[in-house]
DNA sequence: CACCTTTATCGTAAATCGACGATGAACGAT
DNA sequence: ATCGTTCATCGTCGATTTACGATAAAGGTG
């Protein structure tokens, strides 16, 4: 039971996780990311600073914004885009304890792995 | 020049981190790394582990060790794959600062954003 | 109302991904 | 030398990604 129940936590945390680590993982995206960290841009911008099509650009944001990672408020003919400073959180808090976890664990470093 | 070589270092980081993240940007990578964090496997314990064909497994690690998270020491007819911590610490030396930036930086939750 | 701007979506094409079974190479054991 | 084990690679399949141009919708401006 409790096997089971945290094997789903588990499971469910996987996922969110990547998720939003597939999502940051195209560079254009980390592009994206960093110009929306300075200020909030509609789309247009964001198509000025990357050198990539409008269409192309649109994607991307989709995809951040599917990932949770951005918001897209529709303001007239425009969408302005912004960083969810909660959401990079939620990917921090919860990345940053599995990689420190990760980083401290190794049996092999003691010498003979897989002996 | 400043501008464009400092461009270039974050161009080379940035594909850095995206490789890394989109590697990352799986759940059953995200069980691997997990089996390995607890210790080095050969590839059939980590087939056991996981409920998906040993072809898949073994494309899943060779992601995985392309991406830098792991290495792969050949043991006789096996494989023994650990995680490479110092390759999660640069993952997390380079993306922490980044995420704190971020979550740090949104002009939006101050009321008026694209004013 | 007729324009212009902005952006999301559609359609498309090439590339990559994710999964699998089959196969062959490497190696240990009999 | 032959068998069994282990694993990487190949080929395949469908799904997804990434890029683009074209287009339509939404909403301002004249």
């Known amino acids: 039971m409790t096997t089971t129940a945290s094997a789903d936590v588990t ?4 996922e969110r996780i990547a998720r939003m680590a597939k999502a940051l993982g195209h560079p254009a995206r980390i592009a994206i990311l960093r110009t929306l960290s300075r200020r909030s841009c509609i789309c247009g911008e964001i198509v000025e600073v990357l050198s990539l099509a409008q269409s192309t ?7 951040l914004r599917e ?4 918001s897209g408020v529709v303001d007239g003919p425009r969408t302005c885009y912004a960083l969810d400073p909660e959401a990079v959180n939620d990917f921090r808090f919860v990345l940053e304890p599995l990689l420190e976890h990760w980083a ?12």
């Open 11 to 14: 499971a469910v945390r996987d």
């Open 104 to 115: 401290g664990a190794c049996d092999c470093s003691s010498g003979s792995c897989c002996g």
């Open 57 to 63: 650009v649109s994607q991307h944001l989709k995809v």
């Open 67 to 70: 990932a949770g990672w951005i």
